[in-house]
């Protein structure tokens, strides 16, 4: 609870202090979690909602946190080399989405003032937390016999880097439309992509 509260507080801050505030939705690439000897883990495209803002600290320059969350179908899980080597083959089924949440602080180029089209560009850190469901797994033995298990990842924690642009069509002072795509990633085992749309509003005139 006490991490919600302060996701709520670091999102609400700078909303009201300047420029303006974003509400979102997209598509989020899939998500493979890749281990050499073991099953690889494979999700559909996801589902993302998100807000941001920004806050000016000098002309075009901006500091904009945002919170985004993102869920994702259970897609398979492929056998991995260690499954191979001794010939079973797999079935699998997930019970639940894997859920993702990721609170971000990146520094953004972005024109304050509403004009008919600003373009903008950020980077920055983002901490992402990744909300594994259990994973059932039934290995079809070569003797004929099966055997069931299952998975327990629970959650999985990163910081990772992220990167966008997009721009912005006002509709008037008050009121646009925001349309971008963002990149993060550990550089690790994990790489994501996401297309987005959504609705701005503007504080200052």
Do not use: C, W
């Not at 420029?19 to 495209?45: C, M, Q, R, V």
């Not at 797994?137 to 070569?142: D, F, M």
């Not at 550990?186 to 701005?200: M, P």
């Amino acid at each position: 609870m006490r991490k919600i509260f302060a996701i709520i507080v670091l999102i609400s801050l700078p909303a009201f202090a300047q420029s303006n505030i974003t509400i979102y939705s997209g598509i989020t690439s899939d998500n493979l979690l890749l281990f050499p000897l073991f099953p690889e883990l494979a999700y559909h495209n996801g589902i993302n909602i998100g807000v941001s803002s920004n806050f000016k600290i000098i002309k075009l320059l901006n500091l904009s946190p945002s919170f985004e969350y993102t869920s994702y179908q259970f897609k398979n899980l492929e056998p991995g080399i260690l499954l191979d080597q001794f010939g079973n083959n797999y079935g699998s089924s997930g019970e639940d989405n894997l859920k993702n949440y990721r609170l971000s602080l990146d520094i953004k180029i972005i024109e304050s003032k509403p004009r008919p089209f600003r373009f903008f560009i950020y980077t920055g850190i983002s901490y992402l937390i990744e909300d594994y469901p259990d994973i059932k797994t039934i290995l079809n033995n070569e003797n004929g016999t099966s055997t069931t298990e299952v998975i327990k990842l629970g959650k999985l924690y990163h910081f990772v880097h992220d990167i966008g642009l997009g721009f912005i069509i006002d509709i008037n002072k008050s009121i646009g439309l925001s349309f971008g795509t963002q990149y993060y990633s550990n550089y690790k085992d994990t790489f994501r992509y996401s297309l987005n749309g959504g609705i701005v509003y503007n504080f200052t005139n």
